[in-house]
């Protein structure tokens, strides 16, 4: 089946500092991803969707310019957290598919700021 | 404003007892699934339901899609303490491939 890889699972980071987590489809060719991001013992908000070879879009309410995407090949989506707060702390997921092929979720990247 | 609406939001049960999970919305959605996410991983999907009035059966999970479909309910059977977790619906927005998320349900089975 369909295997998407994110990387890493958890990260540490000081304030201000940038953090990347990365996306890979691992078997598959992935034209869009979407990134996600779940507090703890909430659910999963969708922050963006990111497309191949073009700008992401971004739901209501996300900065775009604190939570950059970069999708430049069909395997790789990566979300650049940009001068990380400890409020940005949060569980991160990707996720890869569509509506007609199904859904394969990364297994998510723990960001904890400090 | 949220909408997938879950319900309950927490439940507790002991092991063997049923419980269903209930999946609201006002829109209509042409399919939705259903989610299982176990703490720091990723949600697995456990069924997908296509058409209004659609049973499927996993086991001892029954899922269903309303008539309208506009809600879905998840019935689980004896639960197990295998099954605690966070059960999640969601459902592709309007006619894209964005795909929104439930409130969430946390299940807690009791050995």
């Known amino acids: 089946g369909a295997v998407v890889s994110q990387h890493p699972s958890w990260v540490i980071c000081k304030s201000g500092t940038s953090v990347k987590i990365e996306c890979r489809s691992l078997?598959?060719?992935?034209?869009?991803m979407f990134w996600y991001r779940q507090f703890p013992k909430q659910s999963l908000m969708l922050m963006a969707t990111?497309?191949?070879?073009?700008?992401?879009?971004?739901e209501q309410g996300v900065e775009k310019d604190k939570f950059l995407i970069n999708h430049a090949s069909l395997t790789l989506s990566t979300l650049t957290v940009t001068s990380a707060h400890p409020e940005d702390s949060s569980f991160y997921i990707c996720s890869a598919g569509g509506k007609n092929y199904g859904y394969t979720f990364g297994s998510g990247t723990r960001l904890t700021v400090v | 404003t949220q909408l997938l609406e879950q319900s309950p939001q927490f439940l507790s049960i002991q092991e063997g007892e049923n419980l269903t999970v209930y999946c609201n919305s006002s829109s209509v959605f042409s399919s939705l699934q259903w989610y299982r996410q176990e703490p720091g991983e990723g949600p697995v999907l456990l069924v997908t339901v296509v058409t209004g009035g659609e049973v499927k059966k996993l086991k001892r999970l029954t899922f269903q899609f309303g008539d309208a479909r506009k809600d879905s309910s998840l019935h689980i059977t004896a639960a197990q303490p295998g099954d605690t977790g966070l059960y999640l619906c969601?459902?592709?927005?309007?006619?894209?491939?964005?795909?929104?998320f439930g409130t969430g349900t946390r299940l807690q089975v009791f050995p």
């Open positions: 078997d598959f060719q992935a034209t869009t």
């Open positions: 969601a459902g592709p927005l309007n006619r894209s491939d964005k795909l929104i």
């Open positions: 990111s497309n191949e070879g073009s700008k992401a879009t971004y």
